[in-house]
């Protein structure tokens, strides 16, 4: 994704007040950021003047004067600039000899340039301010004077597995609010204080695997650690809060995509030879290099599985986000969700879809069927050798429940009635909460299908849960299919507190505890109940929200059946991580789970989220 546009004026004003608050601009704690940027520096300054060794230019805000180097490369896109360094180091691994020239339109150097530049040291926060993300070192509004040209690049610092720590980043300073910002860069012990201190150097990486699939930005992710959390697949696990993946970085390319085309790579291809060039900082994942010399990508020939069929007597219930599917969207996207459904998924008996939007998309007209987008898709399965599902759902009130304004995106059951039939209670809608009833001594469901607590203030702006009786072979089955709130709001692993601030996980545990009560109330009518609950949970298996949703071991995550290296649905910045779950009631002991990776990892999606299949004889 492209820099961040948010204005540089606004942002560094912040920084430079939270700098000075915090007591981090050397002789200026007193000044304001006005009077900083008005001074000038007594003798000359140097990159690594600029840099300094924490996060935060000790210069920021300051004007500086004629400082020397070498133009390293050219961004003539985006956020547009050029980084420059000093070929004459001083020698201290903590301090940067590269930065960041913001010129805002096309600059009028070239590589291999020997420049002075003058300007404004700033600290730019792409995201802005409350991102939490951590700061880019530049120099603004400047003043440029060309000295010589075809000067040699000054070289570059390697990246690899050996030079990065295995260590993730230091424990932020209470005393800061958790904030590392103001810690001494130690680049020898921990990853990110290893990269901050290659802020705008010119770095270059040899042959690595391919972590995370080329996305529509035009951007890859491949780790320099090929051994670090590998699964046979390729990808990078990322099975808890310590398990960062140091060696991760992304890559991105200097050449704008209109002369040459970003290369199209899946996690698991390999980015051969060497790639090169500056370490930037943005938004959209953080350290990233972008290339001036781009390696060559192999392609290691993924596959998308096919999970086995289910067995006569096995009852297959699967899960899958179709990522805002709505019938304005291509016939291609419809069959090819609807291929992977019969072909790599073997025609579940139950399939709960999440992300099923109303008859007219993202249009905000008030419209909240999805007759049309279900019809749709049910028959393009049809067509592809699937069975004549049937559905059911309830169609949401307008503009409640999250997602793209007008789109109304709601979970619904898909369900092969050669199969399984579903049981019809009447009386559900947005607002009516079903409940738990005894009903010939085991339990059942007073609407059917129907909403948990769905004016709970849990369910603010996300999508309620969708409960459904089902039976097969003479046995209930209770299915409730959720979609719990985003991550949206979260600060990222690179965040300047650490550990990063996890505003999200507050409504989605509010969320777990709703449906873990409503499990409660099923088994506490019948302990011997068959319940799943199946979705897009938005957390992983190792989160308070799973722990919430396991509370008093009602449920269990099916995905933690599978062996470490396969634990894994979503890929985000080159880690694999659980996002999808399906999870059982202690009556379902024995099961097969397959997380079947079609989307995740590859460059062509037909949803950005891997579907979950469980099998279990009732």
Request: glycine share 10%; charged share 20%; aromatic share 8%.
């Amino acid at each position: 994704m492209p820099s961040s546009v948010v204005p540089r004026t606004s942002a560094v004003a912040a920084v430079v007040a939270a700098a000075i608050a915090a007591g981090l601009l050397a002789g200026s704690a007193n000044a304001s950021a006005a009077d900083s940027a008005d001074q000038t520096a007594a003798s000359p300054v140097r990159i690594h003047d600029i840099q300094g060794s924490t996060r935060i230019s000790p210069l920021v805000g300051r004007q500086v004067a004629d400082v020397p180097g070498i133009v390293t490369g050219v961004r003539t896109y985006g956020s547009r600039g050029f980084w420059f360094q000093d070929p004459r180091g001083d020698g201290d691994p903590a301090t940067s000899e590269g930065v960041f020239v913001y010129t805002g339109s096309a600059p009028g150097v070239a590589v291999g340039d020997q420049v002075t530049v003058s300007g404004t040291v700033t600290e730019y926060v792409p995201g802005g301010t409350s991102s939490g993300n951590q700061s880019l070192t530049e120099i603004t509004r400047p003043t440029v004077a060309v000295v010589s040209s075809g000067n040699e690049v000054p070289e570059p610092v390697t990246v690899s597995a050996w030079s990065v720590p295995c260590a993730y980043a230091p424990e932020g300073d209470p005393a800061a609010g958790g904030s590392i910002n103001g810690l001494p860069l130690d680049p020898h012990a921990y990853a990110l204080d290893y990269y901050e201190s290659l802020e705008g150097t010119n770095i270059r990486i040899g042959t690595s695997r391919v972590v995370g699939a080329t996305d529509p930005y035009a951007a890859l992710w491949v780790t320099v650690k090929p051994w670090e959390n590998d699964n046979r697949r390729g990808g990078a696990v990322y099975g808890s809060y310590e398990s960062q993946n140091t060696g991760r970085l992304k890559i991105e390319s200097l050449t704008p995509r209109a002369e040459q085309p970003f290369p199209k790579a899946n996690v698991g291809d390999v980015l051969a030879g060497v790639t090169q060039g500056p370490m930037d900082f943005n938004q959209y994942g953080g350290y990233t290099l972008v290339a001036r010399t781009l390696g060559t990508v192999h392609d290691r020939g993924l596959e998308r599985e096919r999970t086995r069929p289910q067995r006569n007597g096995e009852l297959a219930v699967a899960t899958y986000n179709v990522e805002n599917l709505d019938p304005s969207d291509p016939q291609e996207k419809f069959d090819a969700l609807a291929k992977g459904v019969v072909e790599n998924l073997a025609s579940p008996d139950i399939l709960a879809l999440e992300e099923i939007q109303d008859d007219t998309g993202a249009k905000n007209d008030g419209t909240v069927s999805a007759a049309g987008t279900l019809k749709k898709f049910t028959d393009a399965i049809t067509r592809a050798g699937g069975p004549a599902y049937e559905w059911r759902g309830i169609d949401p009130e307008n503009n409640q429940d999250g997602g793209q304004p007008g789109g109304n995106i709601r979970q619904v059951f898909l369900f092969n009635p050669e199969r399984v039939s579903f049981t019809d209670r009447a009386g559900g809608d947005a607002t009516t909460a079903t409940g738990v009833v005894r009903e010939h001594r085991g339990a059942a469901l007073s609407l059917s299908p129907g909403r948990i607590e769905p004016t709970s203030a849990a369910w603010e702006d996300s999508r309620k849960p969708l409960a459904g009786e089902f039976t097969f072979r003479g046995r209930t089955v209770f299915v409730i299919a959720n979609h719990f709130g985003s991550k949206g709001g979260d600060e990222s692993l690179l965040s300047h507190h650490q550990p990063p601030n996890r505003s999200s996980e507050v409504q989605r545990l509010e969320q777990a505890q709703v449906v873990n009560a409503f499990v409660k109330d099923i088994l506490a009518v019948d302990r011997k109940a068959d319940v799943l609950v199946v979705g897009d949970i938005n957390d992983f298996e190792f989160s308070r929200t799973t722990q919430t949703l396991t509370d008093g071991g009602v449920l269990y995550p099916a995905v933690k059946s599978l062996p470490r290296s396969e634990r894994y649905s979503y890929v985000y910045q080159g880690n694999s991580q659980v996002l999808d779950q399906i999870l059982t009631s202690p009556s379902i002991r024995r099961f097969s789970y397959d997380s079947v990776h079609i989307n995740a990892e590859f460059a062509d999606q037909n949803s950005d989220h891997d579907p979950q299949v469980l099998r279990f004889r009732p």
